[in-house]
């Protein structure tokens, strides 16, 4: 089964842009989660969306927002970038059972903003 | 909101050498995951957890489930150098069941 993917793995961007980040989570797994990791911060959770739908919502402001297609496949989109928002930006997939909660990480994209 | 506190927060040992790591959070949690992360690449679960008590293997790695509920253990027995990067815990509170929570990472360094 393949794993969560995650595209592009690497982008450069100016302040004040925007970005869309893409991920696609393994088969079957209808919970995708997105998380922002700095080396100061660790990982801060940005958001969750389950069968289209956002779940949960992490402390970041609206410039950091998320959709969910029919197919699970998710976006998140940044807008007006800030230097701070440099990061490696993680997805994970996960799927629940009566009895086990797994989450699975994509490789990441690292976002620079200059 | 939810704390994970894992510690230590770096390790130095030298190739051979069995390594402990935790985490505790002051709320009870139903689920712990641990993870490994080498640098610029996404963390790879490497154990679960659902039950109290409970003692799970995975290689030379063993997790444990604490009793109390608020904590976990990772360990790993004869360390090698492809052991050094981050080691995460992730854990699921009672009663925020849809979001989990990490801890800042164990870096573990093995000199050859």
């Known amino acids: 089964k393949a794993g969560v993917t995650q595209t592009p793995r690497y982008l450069i961007k100016t302040r004040g842009q925007q970005v869309t980040l893409s991920c696609s989570p393994i088969?079957?797994?209808?919970?995708v989660s997105w998380y922002q990791q700095t080396p100061g911060q660790g990982l801060q959770f940005l958001f969750e969306?389950?069968?289209?739908?956002?779940?949960n919502k992490g402390n970041f402001p609206g410039r950091f927002s998320g959709r969910q297609f029919s197919n699970s496949r998710s976006e998140m989109n940044v807008s007006t970038l800030e230097l701070g928002d440099s990061a490696l930006y993680l997805c994970?997939?996960?799927?629940?059972?009566?009895?086990?909660?797994?989450?699975?990480f994509g490789p990441g994209t690292r976002l620079t903003v200059t | 909101g939810q704390q994970l506190n894992q510690s230590p927060q770096s390790m130095f040992i030298q190739e051979g050498e069995d390594v402990s790591m935790n985490c505790t959070s002051s709320?009870?949690?139903?689920?712990w995951l641990w993870y490994k992360q080498d640098p610029g690449e996404g963390p790879v679960l490497l154990i679960a957890?659902?039950?109290?008590?409970e003692l799970t293997s995975n290689g030379r790695l063993t997790a444990q489930f604490g009793i109390t509920r608020k904590d976990s253990f990772l360990n790993i027995s004869a360390s090698i150098p492809s052991d050094v990067g981050i080691y995460f815990c992730?854990?699921?509170?009672?009663?925020?069941?849809?979001?989990?929570?990490f801890g800042s990472g164990t870096k573990l360094n093995v000199k050859p």
């Open positions: 994970a997939s996960s799927f629940r059972t009566s009895s086990t909660y797994e989450q699975y």
């Open positions: 088969s079957g797994h209808r919970s």
């Open positions: 969306y389950f069968s289209e739908t956002q779940r």
């Open positions: 709320s009870i949690f139903n689920t």
């Open positions: 957890l659902y039950k109290a008590g």
């Open positions: 992730a854990g699921l509170p009672l009663l925020d069941f849809n979001k989990f929570y």
